[in-house]
C-alpha cells in the first residue's frame, strides 16, 4: 500500500513538546514510525530547525531514514512562494510559510501538515493559495492539522 506523503513544517515538529499539541503531534510520529504514513520535510524544515533547541531536531532523527524525504527548494518553488506574496497572502516577514506551501505544492505532496492556524491552516489563506496555485496550473493542495491526518491514517 502507497503510504501518504505529508509535508512537516516546523510547527508540528515543535508540537511534540508544546502542551497544547504533543498528544496529536506524537501520535503524527507514531503514524510515520508505523509506516502508515511518509514524512516529508525540506531545507527550509531544516534550516529553521538549526535555530530551534537541540532537543526539537531529536524528533526527526528518532524516525528510520526510510520514513523521511528531504526535499530542496529551486528556483520554480521560490517563484510560487514570490507569486503568494505579490497576491498578499502573506507578508515578506513570513516568506518561509510561503516556501512551505509552494514546496508542498511543486513537489504534489499529498498533504502538508501543520499547527500554524495564522498562516497556513487558516481557511481563507488555503482558499488563497490554491487559488494562486490553480491560477499558476498547480494542483490544489490539502492543508491539514495533525489531528486530522492522524484520524485518516490510524
Known amino acids: 500500500m502507497k503510504r501518504i506523503k505529508v509535508y512537516l513544517d516546523t510547527?508540528?515538529?515543535?508540537g511534540c513538546f508544546?502542551?497544547?499539541?504533543?498528544i496529536y503531534s506524537n501520535k503524527l510520529f507514531d503514524s510515520i514510525r508505523n509506516k502508515y504514513l511518509q514524512a516529508v520535510i525540506s531545507d527550509i524544515t531544516i534550516s529553521?530547525?538549526?535555530?530551534?533547541?537541540?532537543?526539537?531536531s531529536?524528533?526527526?532523527l528518532s524516525?528510520?531514514?526510510d520514513s523521511v524525504e528531504i526535499v530542496n527548494t529551486d528556483s520554480e518553488i521560490i517563484e510560487l512562494a514570490e507569486k503568494y506574496l505579490r497576491e498578499g497572502i502573506v507578508s515578506e516577514n513570513y516568506?518561509?510559510?510561503a516556501l512551505h506551501?509552494?514546496?508542498?505544492?511543486?513537489y504534489r505532496i499529498d498533504v502538508l501538515v501543520s499547527w500554524n492556524f495564522r498562516h497556513i491552516v487558516n481557511l481563507q489563506k488555503i482558499k488563497l493559495f490554491n487559488s494562486v496555485n490553480l491560477k499558476e496550473?498547480?494542483?490544489?493542495?490539502?492543508?491539514?492539522?495533525?489531528?486530522?491526518?492522524?484520524?485518516?491514517g490510524k
Open 11 to 14: 510547527s508540528v515538529i515543535g
Open 18 to 22: 508544546d502542551k497544547e499539541f504533543e
Open 48 to 56: 529553521e530547525l538549526e535555530r530551534a533547541p537541540d532537543y526539537i
Open 58 to 60: 531529536e524528533v526527526l
Open 63 to 65: 524516525l528510520s531514514p
Open 95 to 97: 516568506k518561509s510559510d
Open 101 to 106: 506551501i509552494a514546496i508542498a505544492t511543486v
Open 137 to 152: 496550473g498547480y494542483q490544489v493542495l490539502d492543508i491539514r492539522t495533525p489531528l486530522e491526518v492522524i484520524e485518516n
